[in-house]
Structures are given as C-alpha cells and as structure tokens.
C-alpha cells in the first residue's frame, strides 16, 4: 500500500511538473528534452544501482552485527564467534537487491538545463524527508514509458550480477562503479564514470556512448 501510495504520489509530482514547464510552442520553442539512447539509459542505471545499494547500506547501524554461524581465533587462540556487520552480510545484501529495482519508479529522466546532460534523479533525498534540490536544474524528459524501462535494466543488471554485486558490498570494496559498470557489465565507458561525477560540468556529448547494443 506504501508503495503505491508513494508511485502515485511521483506520477502525480512528475505530471505537475512537466505541465508547468512544457515549453511554449505557441511562441515557437520546441526545445523539448528528448528519451537518451537506450545506452545511456542502461550507464545511469547501473551508477544508480550502485547508489542505491550504498544508501541502503549507509542507514544501518554500524555498530549492528550478525553471527556467520561460524568461529574463527583471535589473535591470542581463543576461540570467537564469527560476527559481521550486518550492512555487509549475505542475508541483508541480498534483501535489498530483492527491493532496489522498484526504486527506480521513483526516479525521473532529465536533461540539465545548463548542458543539455542528460541525467537520472531520484525525486526526493535519500531520506525521504524533501525533494531533491538537484529538480531545479533539469528538464524533465515527459515519457511516462521510460521509467518502467528503468526498472527493467536494473532487473536484468541484477539477474546477471548479483552475486558479483553482493561480494563487492560484501567486502566494502571502492570504486563500484568503475567496477560494476564499467569493467563487469560494460554498460558505460570509461569516461562516463569519473572519479567524481558532477553531472553539472560536462557535456553528454564528450562520452563515447557507440558501443555495440548488450
């Protein structure tokens, strides 16, 4: 009930928010933003993917642990369980890669007004209690078919992936995205996934996205 509420609450946002901004084509302006290549749709996917999952594992508490079922010694050779933070376990890692994909209806396609870059928000923060300041600064793509496309990427990343997805989490490995995106499913090029993205400052059109279709 929690999500339906909340997936007519962004159909309703996303509706009010392009008609407020549908360009005036009375006066002559037809600059509206077009759906990105299939490829690029499946590069931000994947980078949200990945953000997803690390803002899943950010909101446990650290200090929460869970038993591996297993001992292992310490460094004096007394016998200890096997505890592990639960943010990095199998049983939790998986539990959110069952829930990641429906975030995407969440999330809305758009075109940075200053470049013309286009981009994948999600339409409130991570903790639910604003919307994302970031809105203000894009033009939202109006296809209402795009977001179920969303979820279907990021269905077949994780059919594939998972287990590589889970151990990487798992061993609280850096540059996931370079990692996952790049290098493991091949969905972006390199040059999309730079060491600090900042979807303000480049153009789309510096990244080589013609790549053979996956």
Known sequence: MLEMKLSVFVFVF??????????????????????????????????????EVEIAVDRVDPHKKVDM???????????KQNLVPYARSQLFLSEVMDK?????????????KATGRPTL???????GKGMNPEMSNV???????V?????SYCQGLVEEYEDEIVSMFAKSEKQLHQKLCVQ???VCPRDAVPDSDDSSSESSETYDFEREEL
């Open 14 to 51: 996303v509706a009010a928010y392009v008609t407020a901004n549908e360009p005036d084509y009375a006066n002559g302006n037809f600059d509206v933003p077009s759906v990105p290549k299939r490829e690029i749709l499946r590069c931000m996917v994947c980078k949200a993917l990945v953000d």
């Open 69 to 79: 079922g297993s001992f292992r010694l310490d460094g004096k050779g007394n016998v």
């Open 100 to 112: 990641v994909c429906p975030m995407f209806r969440n999330y809305v396609v758009a075109n940075y």
């Open 121 to 127: 928000l999600r339409i409130e923060t991570p903790d």
């Open 139 to 145: 033009n939202i793509v109006p296809n209402p078919e």
């Open 147 to 151: 977001n179920e496309q969303l979820s």
């Open 184 to 186: 493991l499913a091949e």
